[in-house]
């Protein structure tokens, strides 16, 4: 089916581009307002057995194929994640859930177990089962709809998905196919994990910060009462598939959630990418189509990047989690739901910058700038009240982070786009900015 | 840790024997009533370092290093799992667990938690905990004991792991033991493959049927409901430390639940073993130490190899499921723990081979054989009352091994030691064998 679909996703005319993915900091964004991907243009779709080839490498278009009638594709960008023989390719545009056999080659078996939620489902599900089915009347489609909210990421919710998958006997030969965001890419990602040791599976993302973050890189897992994604596997998809006109019904609170963790990329490894963001922060909000997909595609990039080189998180994987402990500590001394994941990174990212600054790491005006794109982006630059220093300190104890009982923490270092990972810090600073931000 | 242990199990003097592992078929087992690792002999300690490197060995008995003091270890035999950067080994003998610089070896980090449960705990927990902290001050263990049985191999009890684990503030250096049978090592397993995403485990195996076949080759997971194993991973252990002396407290039901599974490797690619078996079944009864510690060898040795070629089971590792599938079908239906595992293998091993019979695949003396054997290993011969066809082909139909709707199965083919797994046999044989095994 790969090879029979690949040639109906041809691009008219369209300038190539492409860039091996080597080097720790990525090409500079262009400083202006318009972002490169403003006109729609087309790549070539990738087959697995060729994605899995290759070197990372994006493609922001490509030529035609010769000797095939030209079909339009709104493939925008084609980031491939590296992973040898679990290598994956992340497809983004407007509208790529209208394209069926840019999801069908992926699917593996004739079942496929779609798993959303309840806000998801009625929006969206009826799309992707037709993208599933359309004209393939080999495949069925079953779904499992779970309530919606990081306070259901747990075992009881997840058995729900092994008691469809099981009742509906689906096989080794089936793919699971998230359809959700954060919450619901990280439950069927484990779902498909486990589920007879493991089976194929499939990210639709749909929420900003599951299209930049949580959907690529194949971390997935569930929460445990007293800490946040503490059971799970590495478990890489066969495919992302970012369309990104669902950012269309997302809610404004959760597109600010996801545009905490676009900051994130900027500040950890890619300067050019936030002194962007700090020029189009507007038209982020706005949701300026073009804007949107620039910061995916580069958001996926810069993960992309990353994962590559750490999948298992031996070390540089864990920049990623810059403002993670302190905020996974708030979502976890909250309640889980009561903030949303980027809301909760975003106060973080400021306790880190501000932390960083106590060190003599950064200097006043990055910290600055810091605070100011996130409170642009109506973010939060604090925590709650209610999370005092011990609350923090409680629950930043069981953080995935610690070895052999030191907590290690992202910090940021030098100018704008440098971080280290360390457990080597002042532990005064650490106090410090826990008693600058808390009650008590 | 590892390399400064090594030095103190070097043998005074022994004979050489090392065999790679590469031919289908194994080497011929004596034919005699004693077996050749009736004398106790030692071997050279292999450092994870390098027994990760090797090709799959075993050694039964090796010369001791120049330049060390003499010191006697207790290892019968060391049989290598070679998975590559996976790869680990299987330690057998009498009283390992008195060796602890054998354990302590593989263990990362400071800090162990033990899974046993309420059976064993009072026997071993004692005796683990000591082995894993004498003359190593750094290390604490945790514990945590859960009920006994196959009927507790669900999510429920999986989380009390979970809890224990998170309570504990364990992190992602820290190690599981799996102390117990194959309930425990693959609930411990599977615990270890989703803590923090993947923690270090060490298997422990106190049963003969733990030892000859789960606590190798990395299948982990847990029951649903409505099947055996259907939610799991594929994790390897650091080791597998095989203490024989353990089978000393094991009940004469467990141990012939075990022989279930010896006499499953002589049938499906080891014809000389089963010869073996034949006349030495009277001494594994007796529980003969020299015979159980061939068996046992002998059985890990058969297990290895095909795990190093098939270690997801594409294909060839599915024979070690011959009689499984019956099996499987007769524990979910009576209810997890009424039969043990090998005695739901046992009868299900008997239904294979006469449907094998029946599809004309092996003759009829070998049908014979088979039956002979696991009667005189006081094993059943036939499904328990109450296993209907329809209940058989109901809970079949959600067997793992079912692709794309169609059901495989192991079954027998040729002379002694030829098997197949296959989904292109008459289903008229498959009926005829239900109904000739089944009330109605």
Known sequence: MAAA??????????????????????????????????????????????????RGRFFIAAAAPTMQPPAVSRVSAVVDVDL????????????????????????????????????????????????????????????????DGEKYKDMDTLMKVFDKAVESRLDRRCTFVALGGGVIGDMCGFAAAAFLRGVNFIQIPTTLMSQVDSSVGGKTGINHPLGKNLIGAFYQP?????????????????????????????????APFFEWQEKNMAALLAREPSALTYAIKRSCENKAEVVAQDEKESGLRATLNLGHTFGHAIETGLGYGEWLHGEAVAAGTVMAADMSYRLGWIDEPLKRRIFDILEQAKLPVAPPKGMTVEKFK???????????????????????????????????????????????
Request: glycine residues 6%; charged residues 25%.
């Open 5 to 54: 679909a690949s040639s109906l996703l041809a691009a008219a005319s369209a300038s190539t581009s492409r860039a091996a993915i080597s080097t720790r900091r990525p090409r500079a964004a262009p400083a202006a307002a318009s972002t490169p991907s403003s006109s729609r243009s087309s790549c070539p779709p990738l087959r697995a057995s060729s994605a899995r080839s290759r």
């Open 84 to 147: 040898g023989d679990r290598s994956y390719p992340i497809y983004i545009g407007p509208g790529l859930l209208d394209e069926p056999d840019l999801l069908q080659r992926h699917v593996i078996g004739k079942r496929v177990l779609v798993v959303t939620n309840t806000t998801v489902a009625p929006l969206y599900l009826e799309k992707v089962t037709w993208a599933l089915t359309h004209d393939n009347p080999n495949v069925s489609v079953e779904s499992v709809i779970l309530p």
């Open 238 to 270: 066969q495919c992302v598939l970012i369309d990104t006109e669902t950012l269309n019904t997302l809610p404004d609170r959760e597109l600010a959630s996801g545009i905490g963790e676009v900051v994130k990329y900027g500040l950890i490894r890619d």
């Open 394 to 440: 409680k629950i930043m104890a069981v953080d995935k982070k610690v070895a052999d009982g030191l907590l290690r923490l992202i910090l940021l270092k030098g100018p704008l786009g440098g971080c280290v990972f360390t457990g080597d810090y002042d532990r005064k600073a650490l106090d410090e900015t826990l008693r600058a931000f808390c009650d008590n």
